[in-house]
C-alpha cells in the first residue's frame, strides 16, 4: 500500500483498516438515530410497536415514513410534504466526503 501523494508519512508506515465502518454494527445504529432525531424535529411520532415507522397526521393528510436497514419507503396524501422531506432528509442525511 501506498500513502496518497501529498501526504506527508515521516515513518512510512501505513495502515490498513480490516472493516470499513460502514459494515460495524454500530453504523446503522447510529445513521437510525439520526433519522429518527431528525424525523421527530419535524413532526413525526414514532410508532410504539414498529419502532421503524414514523406518522404524521393532519386533520387532512398524512404521511409515513418506514425505515429498513439503510431504505426509506416515504408514502402520503401530501405532495408538497413530501418533497419537503425528501430536501430535509438529504441536507440532513447525506454523506459528507
Known amino acids: 500500500m501506498q500513502m496518497p501523494k501529498g501526504i506527508s508519512n515521516p515513518n ?9 465502518l460502514y459494515g460495524l ?8 438515530s439520526k433519522l429518527k432525531d431528525t424525523l421527530i424535529s419535524l413532526g413525526y411520532t414514532q410508532s410504539k410497536r414498529d419502532y421503524s415507522l414514523f ?11 418506514t425505515a429498513y436497514v439503510d431504505d426509506i419507503l ?3 396524501s401530501d405532495y408538497k410534504e413530501i418533497q419537503y422531506v425528501k430536501q430535509h ?9
Open 12 to 20: 512510512n508506515k501505513v495502515y490498513r483498516m480490516k472493516q470499513s
Open 25 to 32: 454494527k454500530q453504523a446503522s445504529r447510529q445513521w437510525f
Open 55 to 65: 406518522l404524521n397526521k393532519t386533520s387532512t393528510h398524512i404521511t409515513i415514513i
Open 74 to 76: 416515504l408514502v402520503g
Open 89 to 97: 432528509l438529504n441536507e440532513n442525511l447525506a454523506s459528507r466526503t
